[in-house]
């Protein structure tokens, strides 16, 4: 069972920032947060991650809760290539690192 | 861009059949993962390999087995297809060194249907 709870669609306007929410209440302390996002057609591509601490890349920002039990994916300028799903998975040590995927968030951008 | 092919990239076949996919990497990386993804749902690891002639089950191995006998090339084999095998099969790659915290790169993807 997917271990992140992620809304099934988003959708936001083009050239402004994009707030993906995810839900991870049963998280361990040795669970790293990844995200990664599929174009239409493509495999997934991976997008960012982090354990504790709020992360930035050249792609996007991962802010995490302090309690760990969320987290949101920020996208600060969307772009019409940005029109994705993407999916908010969890690193699950005590079942050998397997990466655990959910759903995910297909996001629309509008023109 | 990751190194990674998948061969056939579509195929179709009949129920009882049986089938092998390939995967190829260039980047010598130690792990590489099979994953099956179905309309609307994510992708879920059939199974994976730590090394040559290394391999474990993922959470829906059933009906599918493996092998890996050069770092490069990593074969899902379905030894008699159902319809319920009907997906869109994913390799992926990762170096294995940081465990948790490492990137997964991945294939094209192979569209299987099952007749």
């Known amino acids: 069972d997917a271990k992140t709870t992620q809304p099934n669609s988003m959708e936001s306007n083009e050239e402004e920032p994009v707030h993906l929410p995810c839900n991870h209440s049963?998280?361990?302390?040795?669970?790293?947060i990844h995200w990664y996002r599929q174009l239409p057609s493509q495999g997934p591509e991976y997008v960012i991650h982090?354990?504790?601490?709020?992360v930035n890349n050249r792609m996007a920002s991962l802010a995490i809760a302090e309690d760990r039990k969320s987290s949101t994916l920020i996208l600060h300028r969307a772009t019409l290539r940005d029109a994705a799903v993407y999916y908010c998975?969890?690193?699950?040590?005590?079942?050998?690192?397997?990466?655990?995927w959910g759903a995910g968030t297909k996001l629309i951008i509008k023109p | 861009d990751a190194g990674i092919t998948q061969s056939p990239r579509h195929k179709v076949t009949e129920t009882g059949t049986p089938v092998t996919l390939r995967c190829h990497q260039t980047e010598n990386h130690r792990y590489m993962y099979w994953y099956r993804q179905d309309p609307g749902h994510g992708l879920r690891l059939i199974h994976y390999s730590y090394g040559v002639k290394d391999t474990d089950k993922g959470e829906v191995s059933d009906g599918y087995s493996v092998s890996r006998s050069k770092t490069e090339d990593f074969l899902l084999t379905l030894e008699s297809a159902t319809s319920s095998q009907t997906s869109v099969y994913f390799c992926?790659?990762?170096?294995?060194?940081?465990?948790?915290?490492?990137?997964?790169?991945f294939g094209p993807g192979t569209r299987l249907l099952v007749l």
């Open positions: 998975i969890l690193s699950v040590s005590d079942s050998n690192y397997q990466l655990i």
């Open positions: 992926a790659i990762s170096g294995g060194y940081s465990r948790g915290q490492e990137t997964q790169y």
């Open positions: 049963t998280i361990s302390g040795t669970d790293y």
């Open positions: 982090g354990l504790t601490s709020n």
